[in-house]
């Protein structure tokens, strides 16, 4: 049996995209740079009304969205939020 062929697309730590064979952990908003669980009731809501699709972007991990220059969604990840806002 041939192993299967990458099907995802992820952003990298250095923000371009790479071809992967598991899906992103994380989702992300490319016009304003955030990121958050794929299940984040803001971005939901934004994809329900037909919005946020075509900038939307993967990460298989946290560490590689803050590599990428991406903060994290106050909505459903507002501890880090917290921690990322007192730095800035």
Same mark, same amino acid.
């Given at each position: 049996?041939?192993?299967?062929?990458?099907?995802?697309?992820?952003?990298? $730590?250095?923000?371009?995209?790479?071809?992967? $064979?598991?899906?992103?952990? /994380?989702?992300?908003?490319?016009?304003? #740079?955030?990121?958050?669980? /794929?299940?984040?009731?803001?971005?939901? *809501?934004?994809?329900?009304?037909?919005?946020?699709?075509?900038?939307?972007?993967?990460?298989?991990?946290?560490?590689?969205?803050?590599?990428?220059?991406?903060?994290?969604? $106050?909505?459903?990840?507002?501890?880090?939020? *917290?921690?990322? #806002? $007192?730095?800035?």
């Amino acid at each position: 049996m041939a192993p299967s062929s990458p099907c995802y697309t992820l952003l990298g $730590a250095d923000g371009r995209p790479y071809a992967s $064979a598991t899906p992103g952990a /994380l989702g992300g908003y490319r016009k304003r #740079k955030i990121y958050g669980h /794929l299940n984040c009731p803001s971005a939901l *809501r934004a994809i329900a009304v037909g919005g946020y699709v075509a900038n939307r972007v993967f990460f298989a991990s946290e560490q590689a969205a803050v590599a990428a220059g991406y903060r994290p969604c $106050a909505v459903c990840m507002p501890d880090a939020y *917290r921690t990322w #806002k $007192a730095t800035q």
